[in-house]
């Protein structure tokens, strides 16, 4: 069972940045992409952006383009969103989730077979 521990999660001034990190195990960074998902509140659970650690590459969502960034820091087997120009449409409560390294990147939920337990992410006025 891969384990994938989420971080970083809170209010924010519309406008504004937030980060959020996903932990998992070295095994599970390294052979696995890694995705960010949201969940806007009676809404189905939606891609964000996903990252494959094998070939550093990265792939968004166009509603996040230019707005956020994902990356990974191969010395802590982390995932990480940067999001900036926050508003009210971000808020949600996003989720990390895992894969087996594949070379298309899916970007439904269903296929993606372990998740974090979720992180809210609320914006403010």
């Known amino acids: 069972q891969e384990q994938l521990v989420e971080s970083g999660g809170g209010l924010v001034k519309a406008g504004g940045s937030l980060t959020l990190s996903c932990k998992a195990s070295?095994?599970?960074?390294?052979?696995?992409?890694m995705g960010w998902f949201r969940q806007h509140p009676g809404k189905e659970r939606e891609f964000v952006a996903a990252?494959?650690?094998?070939?550093?590459?990265?792939a968004y969502a166009d509603s996040v383009k230019g707005g956020f960034t994902i990356s990974g820091d191969n010395a802590e087997d982390t995932v990480s969103l940067q999001m900036h120009s926050l508003d009210a449409e971000d808020r949600a409560v996003y989720y990390c989730?895992?894969?087996?390294?594949?070379?298309?990147?899916?970007?439904?939920?269903?296929?993606?077979?372990?998740w974090g337990q979720g992180t809210q992410v609320t914006v403010s006025e």
């Open positions: 070295k095994r599970t960074y390294r052979g696995f992409i």
């Open positions: 990252y494959r650690c094998s070939d550093d590459y990265a």
């Open positions: 989730a895992a894969i087996r390294v594949t070379y298309a990147v899916p970007t439904a939920p269903s296929k993606y077979p372990y």
